[in-house]
């Protein structure tokens, strides 16, 4: 499988503690661009998911005046999900709850370099 | 503009976030430019909407313009801030006593006496609505001396005042004059209704009370009350306004239909716009909810959007309900969660205290 542009930010992602997969993400329909997921993780639903989220938390933070949403993350018991959106593409981590949601934070906001190129 | 206006505004400009729009807003309304005085203040309250000065300095310019009822809602808002603020009740009295409302006049007057004891234009204030009423003036406890007022009279004297009209066109009461240590002269007045159309005349005491309202600043209160939790029942925009303090931020509680239980936001132009915006964002709990249902990774606990201008954080409320806080985006994102947790142990204790 050939290498895409978004391959070295994956796999860095993925590489942090507590981080099972990232992906890649259209916006508009939730499909999946690229991604690198350890086995067993769902990673189309999480794509569906994490898209439809997203939209949804940007539509209504500038329906309620409060600008174009950067970052989002979602937060449970078992687990978090962030995304983070550049034009009609999002950048999705999928985590443990141990993983340190800072760093991972960091390193998504650096990687949406690679999404505006 | 005089020099002290173009001073403060000089000041605004190089520091836009700062408190000084409140002494240039106050400044522009003594001026009579009730306009600019207006637009200063709702900018600053842009930055700062719950700092209890700024909407204390909205409802003099709004006494000002004769907007009395808008004077009183303001009023009310800077009690949810500052509950001790004499001012606040003082002024409420003052437009109570416009409305005619004597008996309601008479307890904001007392309460603002509680508060502020030393100020007298307030017993000047009560007194002249307990002679109104026709009632004692003995009933007030005597104001504690103070050695700036040794030498000269306590209290002015009191003026012929007109009253809007209550149950007949023309009211007799019993005049007295409250001088100082207790003493107490009484004298005869007809008090004639308040010509219809035109604008009262303003008695000394109010124009004493609306220049001189400065509130001592409010105390951060750690926990509710009892009386606070009454008071909160009775309007529960203020439930997490001891936790907001003068930081831009701001929380609601929504329940699980969307509807606002509890907390206030207050847009630019001063409105409150929280159906709108609890409205909104109680979409994006519904979507957490169904993707925690296809991931298994259990309850969803706390959703963090970032935008451009804000931090907004939600977590699930009690009984299916959804709170929500947002905060500049300047502020860092584990003091919005420090905050959303405080608000959280507080919609909960409100919500158990109602049910």
Not at chain 1, 15 to 41: C, F, K, T, W
Not at chain 2, 132 to 137: E, H, S, T, V
Not at chain 2, 179 to 195: C, F, K
Not at chain 2, 299 to 324: F, K, M, N, S, Y
């Amino acid at each position: 499988m050939s290498a895409t542009p978004f391959s070295d930010v994956l796999a860095a992602l993925t590489r942090q503690r507590g981080v099972l997969g990232s992906m890649v993400v259209s916006e508009a329909d939730g499909i999946i661009v690229d991604s690198n997921l350890q086995i067993g993780v769902k990673g189309n639903v999480v794509a569906a998911l994490a898209a439809s989220l997203y939209r949804k938390a940007r539509l209504s933070a500038g329906a309620a005046g409060l600008g174009t949403a950067n970052f989002v993350q979602l937060e449970a018991e078992r687990g978090r999900v962030c995304a983070i959106g550049r034009g009609d593409l999002l950048l999705v981590t999928v985590a443990e709850s141990r993983a340190n949601v800072g760093l991972i934070r960091v390193e998504m906001l650096r990687a949406t370099q690679v999404l505006e190129q | 503009m005089s020099d002290e206006i173009r001073r403060l505004s000089d000041e605004l400009a190089r520091e836009p976030a700062s408190l000084v729009f409140l002494p240039l807003g106050e400044a522009l309304r003594r001026q009579g430019q009730t306009d600019f005085a207006l637009k200063v203040a709702l900018r600053g309250l842009e930055r700062h909407p719950h700092n209890a000065d700024a909407h204390d300095l909205l409802a003099r310019i709004a006494v000002d313009r004769g907007e009395l009822e808008r004077a009183f809602d303001e009023w009310d808002m800077v009690l949810r801030f500052a509950p001790r603020h004499a001012g606040a009740r003082k002024g409420m009295g003052f437009v109570l006593f416009r409305q005619g409302k004597l008996e309601e006049a008479e307890r904001y007057l007392a309460e603002a006496m509680e508060a502020d004891g030393g100020d007298q234009s307030t017993i000047a204030a009560l007194a002249h609505v307990r002679r109104a009423l026709g009632r004692p003036i003995s009933e007030m406890p005597p104001a504690p001396e103070r050695p700036s007022d040794a030498g000269r009279p306590a209290l002015p004297p009191l003026p012929e005042m007109p009253l809007q009209p209550r149950a007949s066109g023309e009211t007799r009461i019993s005049g007295a004059h409250h001088r100082g240590s207790g003493e107490v002269r009484s004298s005869g007045e007809i008090l004639r209704p308040a010509p219809s159309g035109g604008g009262l005349p303003e008695p000394p005491w109010l124009s004493q009370t609306l220049r001189n309202s400065a509130p001592p600043p409010a105390a951060p209160v750690p926990d509710v009350d009892p009386r606070e939790r009454e008071a909160l029942a009775r309007n529960p925009r203020a439930l997490f306004a001891d936790l907001i303090g003068d930081a831009d931020q701001t929380a609601l509680l929504l329940d699980a239909e969307g509807f606002v239980l509890a907390g206030a936001y207050v847009a630019g132009d001063g409105r409150d716009v929280a159906q709108e915006v609890g409205a909104e964002l109680s979409g994006v709990s519904d979507e957490a909810q169904r993707a925690m249902r296809h991931l298994d990774l259990g309850d969803w606990q706390q959703i963090v959007v970032e935008t451009e201008v804000a931090t907004i954080a939600l977590a699930p409320g009690p009984r299916a309900g959804l709170l929500l806080v947002a905060a500049d985006g300047a502020m860092p994102l584990g003091m919005v969660r420090r905050f959303l947790d405080r608000a959280a142990a507080r919609a909960r204790s409100f919500v158990e205290g109602i049910a």
